[in-house]
């Protein structure tokens, strides 16, 4: 630690203002308050500061998907050997280390390629480099299907970064979910890689799948008739998904995280559930198939919508800003999410469109919020006088 | 007459060459978008129609640079579209005789050339006031400079989208993943919104090359 500190105490002089390498020092400034904690103080102005900076949420976030994280590559093992028919001769390590090796250069190609376009963004605009991709880079992994080509997962990010984010202006001025920008692109670009049967599960080495099992998600499932899956399998997450989506019991481990700290808002994750949960017995009461005949918690635990509700909705950049307006976006979040899921049987997954579709209309929504309270404190404030 | 400008005066090269980049029709003036986005899917019908804009418009330009002494002020719209809706049919007759399946291709959008702005604009900006050599040259040029944003985005649209150019293939059969390589065609590059997002690099690289075009 020692060391690595000098390193830095020694090529400060380096990247100041005038010397040779000035371009370099937010890259610098990034790496040394990544490490350690930042001494200079603001010299000019009255700032407040407070422990929990940008970093620290960040760091928060990430913490809050490793359950889901964890488990998602257990379950890409899980689904691999139990399609190979092979399950009672595996054990959890064998399970956990082939999931593992599957995810990480998904893990490190996201990083890499999109924290790379993120330096240079900031090398050549002079901005300090932000930690927002910290979290995306983490979340794209965990929404794209296992079997996705590496390659088209770096073409993605670096769109989603540039165009979901550097256009806009950079960390906090993004008008959608970068990393959601990243599936829809993804979505668009290679459906034939983002969605059917065959892309959910690790298929390496596969030749004949065991029989009578399917690789398609509960959700392929019931638009074609079969809601037949265990409610138990999917609340665990031993169903075939995106990397980790899959389990509502680790993401809500996550979302327990994200609540206690203060980092994520419970009340678009409350509403969220709520919105999805009133679509869900609205679906019931006029059902004509049996997708809408799915009891209403069904929905709450299959696909993506609990990893929607509670680390995509809730991301503080594109998500409403007010107390109400978070009221309102969760829930049409919800509703929108179980509604393009269950009738329009293109997108099976409904969750990725309704959360982009109401990140756009989430500064609409703060301004009828916040034009209302105006409203109704100025009649307030004209009676009294 | 002695003082009579030459043909290819400085001020007359400028007509040309200004859209090309400081005025450029589409990224600059912002006009002509919607058949920017529409017919750029592949590279043909983008050179087709392109070829065709700069026929009507040129041709535009110099009947009614000719005619601006004559017409009315206050019918001269009228006058410009009779203009324009008899060139753009004798373009949609040639295309139909000799390139048939690009006309079909093109569909509507040949016709709806008459709407395009970059021609209403440029007959109201230049012709009205100018003589017909000056007003054709600077018909050609902005033609030209909206052909050349219509290919350029469709060279990269049919590039990523298809995998071919101008109809021939560009990227080897064997590399594709259905025959057990590892590429695949970008399905968004055929739909409209990449072209706007097309649009827009293109914006973004003129306008940090020319710091003067960005406005507050």
Sequence with gaps: MKAIRNFFENTKPHVQKGSKFHWLHSTHDAFFTLLFVQKDTSKSGTHIHDYTDLKRTMGIVVLSVVPALLFGMYNVGYQHFGALGQLADTTFFQLFLFGFLKVLPVIIVSYVSGLGIEFIFAQLRGHEVNEGFLVSGILI????????????IAVATAFAVVFGKEVFGGTGMNIWNPALVARAFLFFAYPAQMSGDSVWISASGIEKMADGFTGATPMAEAVLGNIEFSAWD?????IPGSIGETSALAILIGALILIVTGVGSW??????????????????????????ELEFWKHLIIGGFAFGAIFMATDPVSAAQTVRGKWIYGFLVGVLAILIRVLNPAFPEGMMLAILLMNTFAPLI???????????????????? | MSDREPLFSKKNLNLLSDPMDNSNPITVQVLGICSALAVTAQLKPSVVMSISVMAVLGFANVIISLLRNGIP???????????????V??????LKAFVYDVSRQLS????????NCIIMGRLEAFALGNKPWPAF???VGNAAGYGVILIIVGFFRELLGAGTLYGYKIIPDSWYIVNGGFYENNGLMVLSPMALVAVGIIIWVQRSRNRQLIED
């Design chain 2, 89 to 94: 049919i004798l373009v949609d007759q040639v």
């Design chain 2, 108 to 115: 509507v959008f040949v016709g709806l050339i008459i709407t």
């Design chain 1, 234 to 238: 999917a609340f665990i997450g031993l």
């Design chain 2, 137 to 139: 040259l600077d018909g």
């Design chain 1, 366 to 385: 703060d301004h009828y919020v916040i034009q209302g309270n105006i409203k109704r404190r100025l009649k307030r404030a004209q009676v009294n006088a």
């Design chain 1, 141 to 152: 992994p965990l929404i794209m299907p296992i079997n996705t080509p590496l390659w088209m």
């Design chain 1, 267 to 292: 009340r678009i994750m409350l509403s969220t559930i709520v919105g999805g949960a009133f679509m869900g017995v609205l679906l019931n009461l006029f059902a004509v198939n049996t997708y809408m």
């Design chain 2, 73 to 87: 002020n206050r019918i001269r719209i009228i006058v410009q579209l009779v203009v324009i809706a008899a060139l």
